[in-house]
């Protein structure tokens, strides 16, 4: 067994395998299936501050390799994720990291704090990425200005590791990059979904209440790869790669581009299980080509 | 809740009952968990190029004794017609048991049971799973002609069979809501339950609710995940928005926030 | 038969369907399989002021409903092209129309002049968006200010057609848009390729000589068709579609976002007919849905 | 320049000859148009989800009588497994015929063929087109081992066959180049044509090169398009870059900036 430890600043994870926001609920629905401690973490679903419905069915399209989700960040808000979800979930031995959003910088700052009295949640994803929203998610991550505010504002409160999720809808991801980390980001982590669009063209219609949504699977992995590739010379801080990871194969070309760890999203719909391969995968690629430590991946790419 | 699974099965019967419909067997190496009438499977559909997600069939009959489950197919796009088309001694995976099962009857219940379309499978499994006597469960199913019916009259052992067709080539003529059994008698019924059609599913549920009779209809929102993880699939309800793949399929009409 | 006629503006098309630069060489090479005279146009692959190599081998990488090209717009110069291949390709009953590329400002301006001497060439597309060449190219294409003064320089002295061909590299596509239309475009395409990477997960070595490839194919479709969607409302020029389209349900979707004509590139690949089958397709399409005209199609989508 | 198509072909035989290779014939309704030892296919393989665009193969033999086209097929990656794993009866597309041939050899020319995995095909396509009465031609095909070998014993009829492999386990122990033909007898050949991994290729080119003999080599690169519109599969040459798929697959090797 190689060493499958990473760490990503101060957060430790026993495997760089994680689940990603949106992707894997609240870790419950992926531990009917198997237990989720073996997994590196588990990125919840996102919060925002007060209950959310979320946007009108349908929020789903298939694309090719690939879907769009208009789902919008329904949840029931911060307060009742505390009272009813998290002391259900708290036992799970994994890191359970809060993937926290808003509509203004105040309500980020609010769920901020409330997550910081949850012991048994190990870090903080701030989405400034989110396109199915009409008000910020993504409009926070798309400027450099007001990606830098949401992270001030939220590092000054923030007693966790603090993980800023990133928008690749971008002309300079990188620029972005910069700007979280010169406010105090722990780490980053990307690709959230591409901005997208889907028609009916029989009933003339789009295929989406919302008309555009958000772009994940295996199609985007190309330019996600790019991503991280990218930010990882940009930065000095820890990558979290992510974006179209079907199996351990693109997982190790994630960390050979830069990435620290990565998350596994939409292939989580096509089976629950893949995560898990995924860490086996790594570990048979390890042993193959006779590398003792997983970290010895990072960014290990010949140009 | 169940503890779910990803297994792989081998098809072992693949039978096209009319022009559009099949009738598919997956036979597993291991014993399988109780499933209930209305529960469904997510299916990898893992030769059609031109889809990328599972798609969710219902379970049409369990064969304990030989670890068999049998669905029905109806073909409406790429991934139904690829499935379709499968072959014996092929491989085929599916996430289940997924969801939640109808409202069992009570044993000395009179209920109907109406399918149309790809809905036709749970009614049957539900009819044969009822515990009842065969003259307190009735079967009405719709189409649209009588070559899109399928042959059931293995199910009279669990029921009477009542057919509407749009152009009355077989049963009566007219929607399912035109049908007699409907029209006539629906307050002898103590349960009425349906899937279908969106608007077949909602003309039922109109006149239910009207007479005020307990009605469950099983809903087949487009899905992704099947487990509860992505809330693609939710439906409005008087509990907020819910996801269709784990607090459904099957809701009670009084909870849905149908225009109706 | 229904009416298949549409206008860019001052340029008229038999039908909406050409074939994409790059993806069509000069036409003589689809001319081998049909005649190319079926066809709305032949976008011509890019010339440049003088003779390029293009980037070494590998140049292509296949990926997720997709495949990666760095090509680097190999091409003899447009001397050799004015020489040796239009006087060959000109009797070709379709719009030619010549794709333009550029290492400075400058460089653009003489090749849109050269091209001007050309009577068969029916117009020129402005290549601002190549992903796959050091200077220039995709640069232009990335920021308002050089797509704007790239564009009037070439205004200024371009007698043709001027389609502007834009990148979807960026935050906000309908700026760059807006930013060509006020500078004298006479339409706008899109998408060109979006800068991407694959890996060699078992040699720790990128796929391609260059690193970073244009990626092409159904995998892009989704975001290339909200881009056009965004762009069709944000600029009263037309516009011409493209990316990932491999059918005339794809075709279709791009026209109801708003395309007044559409571009098929990678599916050339897979099937040089595709362009005529979706010709067909459409004219099937518009049959079944009683539209007498296939202009009725533009922008038809109900929100 | 030859018209070219894209044409559907039935799978007519499909037959593993060792772990690794197998023969795949297919048929076509109509006429074929003739077609030159080292042009190839670029076949669609539809039932493969994970690649996207055609992989090419050399054309291995031609039955114009039958209008069958015999192909080899080395499993290497995902589509060529899954090709490996056709049906008969299953359709294939095929676009076709793709890049120039070899140059033909005189009437009294005496030629040496090298072929090693899956350039094995135009090869013996060759072989069998020369022209050549089999004394005149030698066959030599490299691979690992004897289980890496196919059965060409047919080819008997066409030329003189050797084998090398890396282990001894059949013909001489060895690369191609160290074979005693190669080694001993090179001169007496008027040309050599070689097709296979590209160090072999290589391997065999220094020495023709040193020899000053005829040799021609059919390259492999990487293609997307086949048909000369994408420039993805060029090889720098004297004549700057060429695509492989229009102005190759055969190149003389004074052509190549091989490093050798
Ligand atoms: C819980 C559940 C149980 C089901 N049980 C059965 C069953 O027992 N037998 C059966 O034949 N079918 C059943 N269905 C429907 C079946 O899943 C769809 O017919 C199938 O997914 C269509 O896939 P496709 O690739 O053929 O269609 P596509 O090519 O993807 O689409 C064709 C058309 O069908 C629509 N569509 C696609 N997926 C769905 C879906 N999940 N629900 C509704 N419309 C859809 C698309 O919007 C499109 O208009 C069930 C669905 C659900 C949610
Ligand atoms: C003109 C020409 C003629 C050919 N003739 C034959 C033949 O007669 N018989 C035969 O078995 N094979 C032949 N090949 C090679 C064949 O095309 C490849 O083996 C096949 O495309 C591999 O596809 P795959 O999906 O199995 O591999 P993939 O899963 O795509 O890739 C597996 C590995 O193979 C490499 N690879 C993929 N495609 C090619 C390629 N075209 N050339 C070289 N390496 C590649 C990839 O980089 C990767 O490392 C020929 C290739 C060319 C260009
Ligand atoms: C249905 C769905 C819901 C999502 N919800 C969230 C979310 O709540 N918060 C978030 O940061 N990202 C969310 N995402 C984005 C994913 O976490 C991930 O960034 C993206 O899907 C790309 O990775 P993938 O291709 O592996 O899915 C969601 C994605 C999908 C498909
Ligand atoms: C191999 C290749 C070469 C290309 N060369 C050019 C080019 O020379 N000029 C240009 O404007 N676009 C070029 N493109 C981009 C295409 O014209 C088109 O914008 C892009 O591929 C998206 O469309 P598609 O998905 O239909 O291919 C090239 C694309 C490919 C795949
Ligand atoms: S289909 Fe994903 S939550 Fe129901
Ligand atoms: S493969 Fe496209 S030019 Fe050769």
Chains 1, 3 share one sequence.
């Not at chain 1, 985007?220 to 990882?232: E, G």
């Not at chain 2, 559009?20 to 299916?43: C, D, V, W």
Request: glycine fraction near 8%; aromatic fraction near 6%.
């Amino acid at each position: 067994m190689a060493d499958l430890k990473v760490n990503i600043g101060n957060l430790e994870l026993k495997n760089p395998v994680m689940t990603a926001s949106g992707t894997s609920g609240f870790a419950e629905e992926l531990n009917d299936f198997y237990d989720v401690s073996v997994l590196g973490a588990v990125l919840l679903k996102g919060i925002t501050l007060k209950n959310r419905d979320g946007n009108p069915y349908p929020r789903m399209a298939e694309t090719a390799s690939g879907m769009l989700n208009a789902v919008g960040l329904q949840n029931k808000g911060v307060d009742y994720f505390i009272e009813n979800i998290y002391p259900r979930i708290r036992k799970y031995q994994t890191n359970l990291i809060a993937n926290i959003n808003g509509s203004t910088v105040e309500d980020y700052i609010i769920v901020a704090e409330k997550v910081n009295e949850l012991d048994d949640i190990a870090a903080v994803e701030l989405n400034i990425s989110c396109p199915n929203v009409k008000e910020g998610g993504m409009a926070f991550g798309i400027s450099c200005p007001s990606a830098e505010a949401v992270t001030r504002e939220v590092r000054n409160v923030c007693k966790k590791h603090l993980m800023v999720k990133l928008s690749p809808n971008v002309t300079d991801i990188t620029e972005i990059a910069k700007a979280v980390e010169g406010q105090g980001a722990d780490s980053v982590s990307l690709v959230n979904t591409f901005l997208g669009m889907a028609i009916d063209a029989n009933k003339r219609k789009p295929l989406l209440s919302t008309v555009t949504g958000g772009l994940s699977g295996p199609a985007i992995k190309p330019i996600a790869l790019r991503m991280v590739w990218q930010v990882h010379k940009a930065v000095k801080i820890p990558v979290v790669g992510m974006g179209g990871i079907m199996n351990a194969t693109d997982a190790i070309e994630f960390m050979l581009a830069g990435a620290s760890a990565v998350q596994v999203g939409t292939a989580i719909f096509k089976d629950p299980f893949i995560p898990v391969r995924i860490i086996e995968g790594i570990n048979d690629y390890l042993n193959h080509h006779n590398f003792n430590a997983v970290a010895d991946l990072i960014g290990n790419l010949e140009i | 809740m169940n503890k779910k699974e990803v297994r792989e099965f081998i098809v072992v019967e693949n039978k096209r009952l009319n022009k559009t419909n099949s009738l598919i067997r997956i036979k597993s190496q291991a014993e399988l968990p109780k499933i209930m009438p209305g529960q469904f499977l997510n299916i990898d559909i893992s030769n059609c190029k031109e889809i990328f997600l599972r798609r969710p069939f219902s379970v049409f009959e369990v064969d304990y004794a030989n670890n068999i489950i049998s669905i029905l197919v109806k073909v409406l796009g790429r991934g139904s017609a690829t499935l379709a088309d499968i072959g014996t001694g092929e491989k085929l995976s599916a996430v289940f048991p997924l969801g939640k099962g109808f409202t069992m009857p009570d044993s000395n219940d009179k209920i109907l049971l109406i399918g149309g379309g790809s809905g036709t499978a749970p009614m049957l499994f539900l009819a044969k799973e009822s515990g009842l006597t065969p003259e307190n469960v009735h079967i009405l199913l719709g189409a649209r002609s009588e070559n899109d019916h399928i042959d059931i009259s293995d199910y009279q052992q669990y029921g009477l069979i009542h057919y509407s067709t749009d152009d009355g080539s077989l049963g009566e003529k007219g929607f399912v809501t035109q049908h007699s059994v409907f029209q006539h008698n629906l307050k002898n019924f103590d349960k009425i339950y349906a899937c279908g059609p969106d608007a077949m599913m909602k003309a039922v549920a109109k006149v239910a609710k009207e007479k005020n009779i307990f009605c469950e209809v099983s809903l087949e929102n487009l899905m992704a995940c099947g487990f509860g993880v992505c809330l693609c699939c939710i439906e409005p309800t008087t509990r907020g928005n819910l996801c269709v793949c784990t607090e459904g399929p099957v809701f009670n009409i009084n909870e849905l926030k149908w225009q109706i």
